[in-house]
Each structure stands twice: as structure tokens, then as C-alpha cells.
């Protein structure tokens, strides 16, 4: 055992991804480490033959990861488009343990973004004492997946300058690699593919090309449609969270989590859950994400500062800051909200207490 603080996915999971493969007797794309209904069964939950239980990562559609996973297979790459907090990021680092048993190859697009990051670059001061060689090749998370036919990861695929995006298309189209400055070129091994992600919100910053895009099959990550399935996904990951962040508060009562999920869907909708009354909404995204965040917060705060027992006053603190992004306008929206729907609400008149001291 050690003390970091976020295994990686292959680590944290390495106990059910062997009892998946051995039990997996269908076949598998070359290089993958598990076939590709193993693969659904570590992402979506499941038990083995042997009685292993798989714990599920994605809660959602089955077909929609069965389509993610089967891309994989194919010479296409994979792009996992969405809103925030829909579980991209989460999802692509899942898929890369259960297939190439390796979820590190990744890069992190942003605007700075360089072509070093795709291809390769050099270390300097090997280059001007040997001169180009293999020695001082810095490879790429790319090339290294191509090198081992796993799978890599790009973060926020649409926010990388399109000519450094560019570098993908015959990476993804010829599976090669040139390397003129050694004379020399690496072919992807089988098993090589992408899984890139993007912000559906960031689309038009840097649209990509439409030889790049060719070369992806898209998936979209959707909200949870209903409030329920919303519920169970924020009660799923805040277990897991507690457990690894070794939280000495347990979230029993499911009804706080019920309360924020309702809070952030009504907002992010406009209207309320009855259809009644419309709201403003804020500026910022309320995606399951934050509403896993705002309930982690509240177990701290009750299990360091309170008796253990998530209450109102836990969350209300969470809430605000998850709702008002922008000091004036969001703070007009939320107190809107806390008058007009908190206030009305009889069983919420500790949240609605609890929140208006905050303002
Ligand atoms: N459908 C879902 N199933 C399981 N976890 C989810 C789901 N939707 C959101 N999450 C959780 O939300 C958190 C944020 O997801 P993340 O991958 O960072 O979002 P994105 O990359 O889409 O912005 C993760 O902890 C993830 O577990
Ligand atoms: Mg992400």
C-alpha cells in the first residue's frame, strides 16, 4: 500500500481487471488486454463467473459505452464530446485501463498546446553533444502508445491550435509517425488508438478540421435525464470518494443528496421540478460533477466539524460557492431562488436558513 493520493484507475481497480481476464474467453483486438465485453463489464459493473464484484465506473446508457468501446477496435479514434462534468475525462481514463491496462499516456490540450506534445521533441542537451538520435528522441504520449499499440488520451482535444491538431491526421490516417531528422519512422503496433475529449461548449474556438474529424467516431456524454439517475450517480461517486479520501462520516441519509441534486437541475434548467416557476439560471455549469463536489464537501465539514451527520448548514456552504461563479450576477440569481423556491419549500426551511446566512 501506498499513500498516493489518486491511484490511476489500472491500480486502484487491479483486483477486478484480474478476475476479468481470467475469466475473459471471447476474443480480443491484438493488444488488448481484455476483450471487449470485459471491457463493458468493467466500465458499466457487473459480477465474473468467479463471483468477483465488478464495481461500476459510468452509470448510463450500456449502448452508448458498447459504441465507445467498439470504435476502439476499429482504425477510427474515439472523441467523447459534452457538457462538463459528464464524465469524459472520468470515462476515457476507464476505458484506457480496461483496454491497454495503461491510462497514463495522456496529453493535456490548452491553447500552449505545442506539436512536442503529439510527435516527439528533443532533449537539448543531448542533441548538441550527439547530434539527432534515438538517445535524445523525446517521445510523445502518442508515440509511446504507438510504440506499444496502447491506447492514448487528449484532454481537451478542441482547445489545441488547429495546426498543432493537424499533427494528428497521419498519425491517425497512415498509423505512422515520420521521423525525417533521424531518417526514420514509427509504425503504430495494433491496438494503437485515441480517445480524445472535448467540451461541446468550446466547439468554434478551434472547430476542427474536417480531415480531423473524419478520423473520429463521436460519442456524447449526456446529462443524467432524470433526477433519480442523477441521485444514484452523486451517491455512487461520493462513496467511492469518502472511501479513498478515508472520510470518518458516512452519507446515510440519501435525502441531502436529493436536495442538492434538485437545486442544481432546477437551475440549470430554469424552471423548477413542478414546471411552475421559471428561474434564472447562473453562469456557471451546475454539472453532476460539482453536486459530487458540494456533497463531498458537506461530509468533511460534518465529519471534522459537526457530528458526523451531513446536515443542512453542511451543504448550504457548497452550494453558494458552487452556484454564485460571478459576485454580482449569480448572487441576484441565487438569492432569487433561495426567496422564490427554497423559501416556499416547508421541509427545506433549515437549507433555506442555512443558505440566507451566507449571504
Ligand atoms: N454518468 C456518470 N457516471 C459516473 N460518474 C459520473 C457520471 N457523470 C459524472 N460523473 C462523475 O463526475 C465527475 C467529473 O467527471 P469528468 O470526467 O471530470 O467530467 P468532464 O471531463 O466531462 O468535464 C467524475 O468524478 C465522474 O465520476
Ligand atoms: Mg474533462
Request: net charge negative.
Amino acid at each position: 500500500m501506498t499513500d498516493v493520493l489518486r491511484a490511476h484507475a489500472e491500480q486502484q481497480h487491479a483486483d477486478e481487471l484480474t478476475a476479468l481476464r481470467k475469466q475473459d474467453d471471447r476474443p480480443k483486438p491484438p493488444n488488448w488486454v481484455l476483450s471487449p465485453w470485459a471491457v463493458a463489464t468493467y466500465v458499466l459493473g457487473g459480477e465474473t463467473a468467479d463471483g468477483t464484484v465488478i464495481t461500476p465506473k459510468y452509470l448510463g446508457s450500456r449502448r452508448l459505452i458498447e459504441v465507445a468501446i467498439a470504435t476502439l477496435a476499429t482504425d477510427r479514434a474515439l472523441l467523447l464530446l459534452g457538457v462538463p462534468g459528464t464524465a469524459k475525462t472520468w470515462l476515457s481514463e476507464h476505458l484506457a485501463a480496461a483496454i491497454s491496462g495503461d491510462s497514463t499516456q495522456l496529453v493535456q490540450g490548452t491553447s500552449g498546446t505545442a506539436e512536442e506534445s503529439i510527435r516527439y521533441g528533443w532533449n537539448y542537451a543531448r542533441l548538441l553533444s550527439e547530434g539527432p538520435s534515438q538517445q535524445a528522441l523525446v517521445a510523445s504520449p502518442v508515440l509511446r502508445s504507438m510504440e506499444t499499440g496502447g491506447i492514448a488520451r487528449i484532454e481537451e482535444l478542441t482547445r489545441i491550435p488547429s495546426d498543432v491538431q493537424d499533427a494528428l491526421i497521419t498519425i491517425l490516417s497512415e498509423k505512422t509517425l515520420p521521423i525525417p531528422e533521424l531518417d526514420s519512422e514509427v509504425q503504430a503496433r495494433a491496438g494503437f488508438n485515441i480517445i480524445a475529449t472535448a467540451n461541446d461548449r468550446d466547439r468554434g474556438v478551434n472547430d476542427l478540421s474536417a480531415a480531423l474529424k473524419r478520423r473520429f467516431n463521436v460519442v456524447v456524454l449526456p446529462l443524467p435525464d432524470d433526477p433519480e439517475a442523477e441521485v444514484e450517480i452523486v451517491r455512487l461517486r461520493v462513496k467511492q470518494l469518502g472511501e479513498s479520501l478515508s472520510l470518518p462520516a458516512e452519507l446515510e441519509n440519501i435525502d441531502e443528496i436529493r436536495r442538492v441534486v434538485t437545486v442544481f437541475r432546477e437551475l440549470r434548467d430554469g424552471v423548477t421540478e413542478d414546471g411552475r416557476t421559471k428561474i434564472k439560471s447562473p453562469s456557471g455549469t451546475l454539472s453532476t460533477a460539482e453536486a459530487i463536489s458540494v456533497v463531498t464537501n458537506g461530509i468533511a465539514l460534518a465529519a471534522h466539524f459537526g457530528d458526523g451527520v451531513v446536515r443542512a448548514g453542511d451543504v448550504a456552504a457548497g452550494l453558494h460557492g458552487a452556484v454564485v461563479k460571478d459576485p454580482v450576477q449569480d448572487r441576484i440569481v441565487w438569492q432569487e431562488y433561495l426567496e422564490a423556491v427554497v423559501r416556499e419549500r416547508k421541509p427545506w426551511n433549515d437549507l433555506y436558513r442555512a443558505c440566507r446566512e451566507l449571504m
